[in-house]
């Protein structure tokens, strides 16, 4: 199982960013997906899950409106769409998958709102 987010960077508050997160070594199509963050100093959090199909998502409550996770499954990749980003989204963000009741991760990409 491989997992490389890409797509993280520095950005004024207000602005946008497009993770994206490949995944090989799996049948992707079967598993739902995960994106979690840790800012420094604090633990890895939830922010969105996305199903297999991608018909069902779950938020946490501070990117609910501003955060939006999809994926192509054509292409083997996930999605975290995040808009109207504020300095309390800096962090690493990551991107898991649960099989056979192993957690995988990705290396994570940085995100870093600032002005």
């Known amino acids: 199982v491989q997992l490389v987010e890409s797509g993280g960077g520095l950005v004024q508050p207000g602005g946008s960013l497009r993770l994206s997160c490949a995944a090989s070594?799996?049948?992707?199509?079967?598993?739902?997906m995960s994106w979690y963050r840790q800012a420094p100093g604090k633990e890895r959090e939830l922010v969105a899950t996305?199903?297999?199909?991608?018909?069902?998502?779950n938020y946490e409550d501070s990117v609910k409106g501003r955060f939006t996770i999809s994926r192509d499954n054509a292409k083997n990749t996930v999605y975290l769409q995040m808009n109207s980003l504020n300095p309390e989204d800096t962090a690493v963000y990551y991107c898991?998958?649960?099989?056979?009741?192993?957690?995988?991760w990705g290396q994570g990409t940085q995100v870093t709102v600032s002005s």
């Open positions: 070594g799996f049948t992707f199509s079967n598993y739902g």
């Open positions: 996305i199903t297999s199909a991608g018909g069902g998502t």
């Open positions: 898991r998958v649960t099989r056979s009741w192993q957690n995988y």
